[in-house]
């Protein structure tokens, strides 16, 4: 793959999954997995579920590494079986770990997304890339004859690719697994869902949160908490907010939200044109996302009676129960975060001006808020 473009299967500034040396938060789905494999009971197929950049492809990679490191259990022989293994570390020296991270480990296929003719990146896994595992099936076998696959992500094959992936999920290769991982399950077909064994993952908390933050190089925030949420518990997604400066938009804000129903047109100006600047188009489009973020949490604030918790920004509980302090207003605000998300997407699509769109945006929350008083 050129340098120039982007890996599939890396989040935008964190390390890949191949070089995560630990994964943070998932003891269960770890265990779940360590406790069919000391059973015998190792499918041959696994989906790996979870919200987005939880640490599904760290898993992934982490159960790669350790079943190609691991040598077969002893039917008996002269001593008896071996000792079960006790986690799915291996030993940071070992030659399985070398081989992948340098990207030689004969035992291993990863499929993403590949670049087409011209040299950019598709849009989605495509039929040519699955097939490329026949070749790599006819490789004669090492270390102990298995072989893993790993699928990053699974949700984006397109139908021509997810039944070439089913037939070998229907007749899989001996001592193969396959581990396909996959942020929206639902979007798969039914029979790849129900030949895999699922191992479902968990948002982080803040403590698991800083911890695998650290591990990427990125620290933590002064406002941990607030991160945690607006993160929604992905690693992924807070080194995201942290390079792009999230946090700080997402106080703006909700700043403005507390102007409401008046408006302080000068911070709102303010907020539109920070979305126009060059090369911005990561920044307006998590602007967008926060404000998806800021409706759904009003939305949810007069559903339940109060505000979610943790705050996500200084004063962000007083604001959203005054802006939604009953279920009434909770159903306007649901009705209209569907208008304004769609309209705000539209325009994304067909490149109107940021900033005059996301001043759209913020006069159309103002709409909603007069008609919700």
């Not at 001593?79 to 399985?96: K, N, T």
């Not at 595992?133 to 004669?140: A, D």
């Not at 070439?164 to 290769?173: G, R």
């Not at 945006?361 to 919700?372: N, R």
């Amino acid at each position: 793959m050129s340098d120039d473009l982007p890996a599939p299967d890396q989040a935008p500034g964190a390390p890949h999954p191949r070089e995560t040396e630990t994964l943070f938060g998932q003891d269960a789905a770890q265990e779940a997995f360590l406790t069919a494999y000391n059973s015998d009971r190792l499918h041959h197929g696994w989906l790996l579920t979870g919200p987005r950049g939880v640490g599904k492809a760290t898993l992934a990679w982490r159960i790669a590494r350790f079943l190609l490191a691991t040598p077969p259990a002893d039917d008996g022989g002269l001593f008896g079986a071996g000792p079960q293994p006790g986690s799915l570390e291996i030993a940071p020296d070992h030659p399985v770990v070398h081989r992948m991270l340098a990207g030689a480990e004969p035992g291993l296929a990863t499929i993403t997304r590949s670049p087409n003719d011209k040299g950019k990146m598709r849009g989605e896994i495509v039929v040519d890339d699955i097939r490329k595992l026949g070749s790599f099936f006819g490789l004669s076998a090492a270390d102990g004859g298995r072989r893993v696959v790993i699928v990053d992500s699974a949700d984006e094959m397109n139908p021509s690719a997810a039944n070439a992936l089913l037939k070998m999920l229907e007749e899989p290769p001996a001592r193969t697994t396959l581990l396909l991982v996959s942020h929206q399950p639902s979007r798969l077909l039914p029979t790849i869902r129900s030949r895999c064994r699922t191992l479902r993952l968990s948002p982080l908390s803040s403590s698991d949160m800083r911890a695998a933050l650290e591990q990427a190089g990125t620290d933590m925030p002064e406002q941990p908490e607030q991160l945690t949420a607006l993160a929604a518990g992905s690693v992924g997604d807070a080194v995201r907010l942290i390079n792009l400066g999230g946090l700080e938009i997402y106080a703006e804000l909700i700043a403005i939200l507390g102007t409401l129903p008046r408006l302080d047109r000068q911070r709102a100006m303010a907020l539109s044109q920070s979305a126009a600047q060059r090369g911005g188009a990561e920044r307006f489009d998590l602007m967008l996302n926060l404000v998806d973020f800021a409706l759904a949490r009003l939305a949810l604030t007069g559903a339940a009676g109060h505000p979610p918790s943790p705050q996500a920004a200084p004063n962000e509980a007083e604001i959203l129960s005054r802006l939604s302090g009953s279920p009434l207003q909770a159903r306007k605000w649901a009705d209209a975060s569907a208008v304004i998300t769609a309209r705000a997407r539209h325009g994304q699509a067909v490149n109107l001006d940021p900033a005059a769109l996301v001043l759209d945006t913020v006069f159309k929350i103002q709409e909603t808020a007069g008609q919700s008083r």
